[in-house]
């Protein structure tokens, strides 16, 4: 059993940044395909962004591509999400994701984080 714990969020303006991190535990980390979701108050969780399990690849939604990346540290056993320019339309909780896949498909994926809130003003 993976236990995923999201951390890194908060409130910051509109242009700035946020570094979020998820730390696994209980797994074989370096094994798993990672990814990011977020949802939106009233809207369905969406995806963000994944790793491929060698840190390679990773595949980014349109509305994110060029703002946020997503990076591997297998000897940490973390995961790894730098968002810039922020937008006050990036506001949502932000989980973590991990399965035994590479995919944007959340139902793929078997293990989840609890979320971490980022608030972006205007």
């Known amino acids: 059993q993976v236990q995923l714990v999201e951390s890194g969020g908060g409130l910051v303006q509109g242009g700035g940044s946020l570094r979020l991190s998820c730390a696994a535990s209980?797994?074989?980390?370096?094994?798993?395909?990672m990814g990011w979701f977020r949802q939106a108050p009233g809207k369905e969780r969406e995806f963000v962004a994944v790793?491929?399990?060698?840190?390679?690849?990773?595949l980014y939604a349109d509305s994110v591509k060029g703002r946020f990346t997503i990076y591997r540290d297998n000897a940490k056993n973390t995961v790894y999400l730098q968002m810039n320019s922020l937008k006050p339309e990036d506001t949502a909780v932000y989980y973590c994701?991990?399965?035994?896949?590479?995919?944007?498909?959340?139902?793929?994926?078997?293990?989840w984080g609890q979320g971490t809130q980022v608030t972006v003003s205007s």
């Open positions: 994701s991990a399965g035994n896949t590479f995919t944007v498909v959340e139902r793929h994926y078997d293990y």
């Open positions: 209980g797994g074989s980390f370096s094994s798993y395909g």
């Open positions: 790793i491929h399990r060698n840190g390679g690849s990773p």
